[in-house]
């Protein structure tokens, strides 16, 4: 079936830095849709990619799909304690409509 | 409520007990999506309904697993004889286009 690979598994970065995460897949993907999720909630939609090459911003965060539209990068620029977390890439496919996720990516910021 | 509500938050069963599970959607919203979260792991589809249909249920991991949407709005996820694999989070999610917004999840808990 569909996969995702999210790298990094973890990250611990100093509050104030830059931070990059990305997604890949070995199936083509239409839509990217970025998630933030905290201990004991649902996932919190972030960005969401409808075209491929697509750079979408909303505040510090930044996210791109993919040309070959089988990856996506999302970048968080000067890191706060909030931003503590575990985010997660899905993927739309050109069939059906349900969301393939990667495992995430746990974010623990040092202030 | 202006998101996806779900009940119970927590469920502890014993193995070999039915359990039922309910998602409000956000109101209007035409597709209903069911997933499933194990520790430490992204989501993972179970089933999705566009209005009282279920167009897909190839993610139901046996047949003691039953969801349905009568009327179209509230559905109702049905996991019948439990089993400690059973286990995990979760989640529900509404949409009315690519975008899915999700509930905070009920963590089932089967002893």
């Known amino acids: 079936g569909q996969q995702l690979n999210q790298s990094p598994q973890s990250m611990f970065i100093q509050e104030g830095e830059d931070v990059s995460m990305n997604c890949t897949s070995s199936?083509?993907?239409?839509?990217w849709l970025w998630y933030k999720q905290d201990p004991g909630e649902g996932p919190v939609l972030l960005i969401a990619?409808?075209?491929?090459?697509e750079l979408t911003s909303n505040g510090r965060l930044t996210a791109q799909f993919g040309i070959t539209r089988k990856d996506s990068f999302l970048n968080i620029s000067a890191s706060i304690p909030s931003d503590v977390g575990i985010y997660f890439c899905a993927g739309r496919g050109e069939y059906g409509n349900k969301l393939v996720f990667g495992a995430g990516t746990i974010l623990r910021v040092k202030s | 409520g202006a998101g996806v509500s779900q009940s119970p938050r927590y469920k502890v069963a014993k193995r070999g007990q039915d359990v039922a599970l309910r998602c409000d959607p956000i109101s209007g919203h035409v597709s209903l999506f069911w997933y499933q979260q194990a520790l430490g792991q992204g989501p993972e589809f179970l089933t999705y309904?566009?209005?009282?249909?279920?167009?897909?249920k190839s993610g139901l991991p046996s047949d003691r697993f039953f969801a349905e949407r009568p009327e179209g709005s509230v559905s109702t996820l049905k996991i019948q004889r439990t089993q400690q694999e059973d286990s995990a989070v979760y989640l529900c999610?509404?949409?009315?286009?690519?975008?899915?917004?999700f509930g905070p999840g009920t963590r089932l808990t089967v002893l």
């Open positions: 999610a509404s949409s009315s286009g690519a975008e899915q917004f």
């Open positions: 990619l409808y075209k491929a090459g």
């Open positions: 199936s083509i993907f239409n839509t």
């Open positions: 309904f566009q209005n009282e249909a279920q167009l897909d």
